[in-house]
């Protein structure tokens, strides 16, 4: 296939106000080497453990996958988000949960 993206599932959740957790540019160093689950939203640690169940090794997540405080990267990945949900081998939908921190796997 002429994917750009390698098999992952995709998550599409609410995030209800500020974003608790997210990537910004003072912590990309970091999270390239280590992201502490414990820290996350409960809806992210959900999809987290949906992906895992699935056999998948990646989970896109627009908080973690765009850096939220530049512009250029928001304005870049932001265009190609169509592709990002197309190419997934699925598309988690939290749709149960009204913020990031409530879950979806109740």
Not at 37 to 51: M, R
Not at 78 to 84: C, I, Q
């Amino acid at each position: 296939s002429d994917t750009l993206w390698p098999q992952h599932a995709a998550l599409s959740y609410c995030w209800e106000g500020d974003q608790e957790v997210n990537l910004t540019k003072p912590i990309l160093t970091l999270w390239r080497s280590e992201i502490l689950f414990y820290n996350l939203p409960q809806t992210i640690k959900d999809a987290l453990w949906v992906t895992a169940e699935l056999g998948l090794q990646y989970l896109w997540v627009d908080a973690f996958c765009i850096i939220q405080d530049e512009d250029a990267d928001k304005n870049k990945e932001l265009a190609r988000m169509s592709d990002v949900y197309s190419e997934a081998y699925i598309t988690l939908l939290a749709a149960r949960s009204p913020k990031g921190q409530d879950g979806f796997l109740q």
